[in-house]
């Protein structure tokens, strides 16, 4: 027995490293585990951010188009109403399903952003299927469009840990006569 005795404390360490050995992986692999699936939310959430914007921006191309139309925008490739219809009513369905995901998976700012953006591009399409014929209130309802993708975009960095990024608002030569308005 007392050979036992003797070897106990040596029998204890090896019970206790194993055990803190065990806890260290443990530990470690919750770690990673979590680290993992962090980096998988992000990656979701990017792709929903991203397919938001395609959405949204769809949108506003259809209206650039439609303006021209009207005469309240120098896009060079116009659509009549007739046109244009369809292509509105398949834009506004695509950004339902884009919207819930952004709604399931945005923070709370990105969401409120992505409101304010989706608001805007609405009264545009409105403005639109009045037939308004007024480029001034045209080029005021861009700036606001304009202010509201600024705004999504940054809350999404914010939201992401990312950068600080381009304003994207830049004048495009028409025709060498000057810089078209930005879009």
Do not use: C
Not at 50 to 76: C, I, M, Q, W
Not at 82 to 103: F, T, Y
């Amino acid at each position: 027995m007392s050979a036992f005795i003797q070897q106990l404390p040596a029998l204890i360490g090896v019970v206790i490293g194993a055990l803190g050995s065990y806890l260290a992986v443990v530990r470690g692999d919750r770690v990673r585990f979590q680290g993992e699936q962090a980096v998988r939310w992000e990656e979701r959430k990017l792709a929903v951010y991203t397919e938001y914007a395609r959405a949204v921006k769809r949108s506003v191309t259809l209206t650039y188009r439609l303006a021209a139309h009207f005469g309240n925008d120098p896009n060079p490739h116009s659509l009549s109403p007739e046109e244009a219809a369809p292509l509105l009513a398949e834009a506004d369905v695509a950004r339902d399903p884009a919207g819930e995901a952004l709604i399931l998976l945005g923070s709370t700012d990105v969401v409120e952003r992505a409101r304010a953006w989706v608001v805007v591009v609405v009264e545009m399409e409105r403005f639109l299927r009045e037939g308004t014929r007024d480029p001034a209130a045209w080029q005021a309802l861009l700036e606001r469009q304009r202010a509201g993708r600024e705004g999504y975009y940054a809350a999404v960095r914010d939201d992401l840990a990312l950068p600080p990024g381009h304003s994207a608002r830049w004048p495009l030569p028409v025709n060498g006569t000057g810089p078209e308005p930005q879009r």
